[in-house]
């Protein structure tokens, strides 16, 4: 079974630009999350998938965005970008929503450097 | 709020050895998940151990078994028999049913030294 799939694991953004970076899960996976991971902050949830709806949300500005598709594909968007975007951004899948308890399973994450 | 603390920010241990990892969480609810998560060079998070919170026995997978003291709130790992492979981040992660997101400890890098 392949794992969880994240595109383009690099990528290097100019300020004020904007980047969508892509998420496969695990297949029959319905559950999509996302992490942000920065060496000050570590892991910081950004938000959760699931059947196409955002169950939650982090704390971040609006300019974090993702949405879901029906194949539960997910994507997130960051506009207007800034330096302290600058992080790796990972993906994580479930079979079900993550209060049912099942574990997560991470991609191998895409590396946004914004310069 | 749930919190998550692992208070070793690096440690180390000969190889073959045996190395504790330290975690404490905060949480008034009662039906919860706990989780450890490897992290080497590469950046894959993987899965070491799960452990869920009505389970008395502890979890074991191999060489990696945890200590979970529910009433201390305190979930420790320990590895047996370190390995080169085992060098990497450690994140101790909790989920509860009332909160739909995992929230990661600030990790614990481990050398294994040869």
């Known amino acids: 079974k392949a794992g969880v799939t994240q595109t383009p694991r690099y990528l290097i953004k100019t300020r004020g630009q904007q980047v969508t970076l892509s998420c496969s899960p695990i297949?029959?996976?319905?559950?999509v999350s996302w992490y942000q991971q920065t060496p000050g902050q570590g892991l910081q949830f950004l938000f959760e998938?699931?059947?196409?709806?955002?169950?939650n949300k982090g704390n971040f500005p609006g300019r974090f965005s993702g949405r879901q598709f029906s194949n539960s594909r997910s994507e997130m968007n960051v506009s207007t970008l800034e330096l302290g975007d600058s992080a790796l951004y990972l993906c994580?899948?479930?079979?079900?929503?993550?209060?049912?308890?099942?574990?997560?399973?991470f991609g191998e994450g895409s590396w946004l450097t914004v310069v | 709020a749930q919190t998550v603390t692992q208070s070793q920010p690096e440690m180390s241990v000969q190889e073959a050895e045996t190395v504790t990892l330290s975690c404490t969480y905060d949480?008034?609810?009662?039906?919860?998940?706990l989780f450890w998560y490897k992290q080497p060079p590469s950046r894959q998070m993987i899965l070491v151990i799960r452990?869920?919170?009505?389970?008395?026995q502890n979890a074991t997978e191999n060489r990696f078994s945890v200590n979970f003291q529910k009433a201390a709130k305190s979930f420790s790992l320990k590895i047996s028999d370190s390995q080169l492979g085992d060098t990497a981040m450690y994140f101790c992660?909790?989920?509860?049913?009332?909160?739909?997101?995992?929230?990661f400890g600030i990790g614990t890098k481990l050398q294994v030294i040869p």
């Open positions: 994580a899948s479930s079979p079900q929503a993550t209060n049912s308890g099942n574990t997560i399973y």
């Open positions: 297949s029959g996976h319905r559950s």
């Open positions: 998938y699931f059947s196409e709806t955002q169950r």
């Open positions: 949480t008034s609810e009662s039906n919860y998940y």
């Open positions: 452990q869920e919170a009505y389970k008395q």
């Open positions: 992660a909790f989920l509860s049913g009332g909160y739909q997101k995992v929230t």
